[in-house]
């Protein structure tokens, strides 16, 4: 549920400044003074809905029983005030009283064509500026040494799509690439390197880091001084050596450079500039560890240093305990995550810190957090939120794994996707060159892995279906990707350009109306994804615009239109669309193309 409260719409939105505002907002303006206007208390919330059925009009307040209630006055007289007091004259056309006391608000066709064309006109598609915050987003950090897999598809993309679009809405966003890039690990490593290095092959070697990282354990476990030799690297690497920290960033830099790859074909903006990586705290943990103690949060217990939170308990019902400092010296994943936080807010001035994390680290999120805000490094006005998402699921409803039962590389899933696709348009396209065969299944393929992932609702597991994904029918990649294609398509037949179009639009049929207003609905979509942090209600958007589309082409004649101005209205209407599913994608990192 939306809830957002009126005033932050209005802070959002610059209503009087002649730019064509998002409705939601508009209405939110105008049924708060209303509202006020027939006695309800000043800070009531409209709570203005798009709404579910055609016959409760295109919004409805539900906030008239609310208000009502403290009142103490009947909801429906209320409304009836409510409504006395609302002026929409020339934006909607119909105000109706509804069951116990909803609002359902019909909007004004001639409103709606003067706002299409106002989109149509601004660069923008109808975006007004925000009040721009400075958002850290928190995503995809994969794992030194480590190839990405299929695990770190969601974060990764779900964190870029919301990371573009609050960027497109105005925000100062900073991407925090959370690279595991630190801990005892890493003497094995470099010990690793350094016998490859004189072997000659270490080159070799890294193409391949689940077998390197296999081979560095093994030879940890089973060689002695080997062991010894890892062990020296860590205390070596962990107080600043020179060689260590050359060997280490060796490691980074060619698991950065792989990863590369793999943002660059997923279309995801991470470079290795965002690379703020748990080594980046390191230098941190002493003084965070001291200044808990200081204040008393952090106790000894059993040699360890440990934080105890009432907030949490233990099996046996105690406060649990959270180690911040290990016997031996070492610092811990929480630890890094405390420091982090406050490094957000303190150096890079976060007013609000997103993390695409799964599920499973809730906890320790929840536990690093408590500790931040009980020593006061980061304020509560500053939001700390974990957007977290489930798992991928093969078709058998468990955990998404190879045949044999291993991870998936992410690079062999995009490969997967690229051969299916491919096998795809070339069905479709026979008579179609190699190249472009090649581009368009890249795009499709590619498009289908993310769009699948981006349109389930993120709080859940969900199951990775490539005959689902790939198909041409159904809240798809393909399916929108082809429904641009269709609409670029009558403008070639027409043989006209966008820019060319005149005349006034008029919207005459309900399927018309009805392609506008959602439409116009952009910019309210998009603040709700910025808000949750949940891009599948983006896609949900632009299915509903194709949809409505393709209803609207079938049932009213666009190039075939009875006279000349309702031709180009009807274009102008398939050019909003077509922009509106350009921009809508482009957000969600999938890209289109001009003919499939
Ligand atoms: N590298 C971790 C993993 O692969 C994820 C880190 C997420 N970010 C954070 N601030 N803890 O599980």
Redesign the pocket.
């Known amino acids: 549920d939306v809830s957002t409260s009126c005033a932050v719409w209005l802070a959002m939105h610059s209503i009087d400044k002649g730019i064509p505002v998002n409705i939601q907002a508009l209405l939110c303006d105008k049924v708060s003074q209303a509202m006020v206007a027939a006695g309800a208390p000043a800070d009531s919330e409209p709570l203005i809905r798009q709404s579910a059925k055609p016959q409760f009009g295109d919004y409805q307040v539900n906030g008239i029983m609310g208000a009502a209630k403290r009142l103490g006055m009947p909801p429906r007289q209320l409304a009836e005030k409510v409504v006395e007091h609302l002026s929409l004259s020339g934006i909607a056309h119909k105000i109706d009283i509804a069951g116990p006391g909803f609002i359902n608000i019909f909007l004004d066709p001639q409103w709606l064509a003067t706002e299409v064309e106002q989109a149509l006109s601004s660069e923008h598609l109808n975006l007004a500026p925000v009040t721009p915050q400075t958002i850290v987003v928190?995503y995809s950090?994969?794992?030194v040494a480590k190839e990405m897999h299929v695990?770190?598809l969601r974060?990764t993309i779900i964190g870029d799509a919301t990371v573009r679009t609050l960027e497109k809405l105005g925000h100062n966003v900073i991407r925090a690439n959370?690279?595991?890039d630190w801990g005892t690990q890493f003497g094995m490593l470099i010990a690793y390197l350094e016998q490859q290095q004189a072997d000659h092959s270490a080159e070799i070697a890294l193409q391949d880091f689940e077998a390197f990282y296999r081979a560095a354990k093994i030879a940890y476990d089973e060689d002695e001084d080997f062991a010894v030799r890892a062990r020296s690297y860590v205390v070596k690497l962990q107080s600043g050596d020179e060689y260590c920290l050359k060997m280490w960033r060796k490691l980074v830099d060619i698991t950065m450079e792989q990863n590369q790859r793999n943002y660059d074909r997923l279309n995801v903006s991470l470079s290795a500039e965002n690379v703020m990586g748990e080594s980046l705290y390191n230098s941190m943990l002493p003084s965070i560890v001291a200044d808990l103690k200081q204040k008393g949060l952090a106790v000894e217990s059993e040699g360890a240093t440990v934080v105890f939170l009432d907030e949490f308990t233990n099996k046996e019902g105690e406060p649990m305990g959270v180690i911040i400092q290990k016997k031996d010296g070492g610092y811990l994943?929480t630890t890094?995550?405390i420091a982090?936080a406050k490094y957000r807010y303190e150096t890079l001035k976060a007013e609000r810190v997103i993390?695409y994390?799964?599920s499973r680290?809730h906890q320790?999120?929840m536990q690093a957090w408590t500790i931040v805000r009980k020593a006061g490094y980061v304020p509560e006005s500053v939001p700390l939120e974990h957007h977290m998402f489930g798992m991928m699921l093969g078709k058998d409803g468990r955990p998404f794994k190879t045949r044999a039962g291993g991870t998936i590389r992410l690079v062999d899933l995009l490969d997967e996707a690229h051969e299916r696709a491919l096998t795809l348009v070339k069905e479709k396209n026979p008579e179609m060159d190699a190249q472009t065969l090649n581009r368009l299944a890249e795009v499709i393929g590619i498009g289908a892995v993310k769009y699948a992932d981006l349109s389930k609702n993120r709080t859940t597991d969900y199951v990775f279906d490539w005959d689902n994904m790939l198909s041409f029918e159904g809240n798809t990649a393909p399916y929108l990707q082809y429904a641009y294609t269709r609409v670029l398509s009558i403008f070639r037949k027409a043989g006209i350009d966008e820019q060319s179009l005149q005349g006034p639009l008029v919207l005459t049929e309900s399927r018309e109306a009805a392609l506008a207003t959602r439409l116009l609905q952009f910019e309210e979509t998009l603040q709700q994804v910025a808000r949750e942090g949940t891009p599948h209600v983006l896609c949900a958007y632009l299915y509903d615009v194709a949809v409505l589309f393709s209803s609207f082409y079938e049932h009213c004649p666009v190039l075939t239109a009875q006279d000349e101005s309702s031709r180009q209205s009807r274009l102008k209407l398939a050019a909003l669309t077509a922009r509106t599913i350009k921009s809508g994608l482009d957000l969600l990192g999938i890209g289109t193309v001009e003919r499939m």
């Open positions: 928190d950090a994969p794992n695990g770190h974060s959370h690279l595991g994943y890094t995550d982090c993390y994390i799964d680290q320790h999120l």
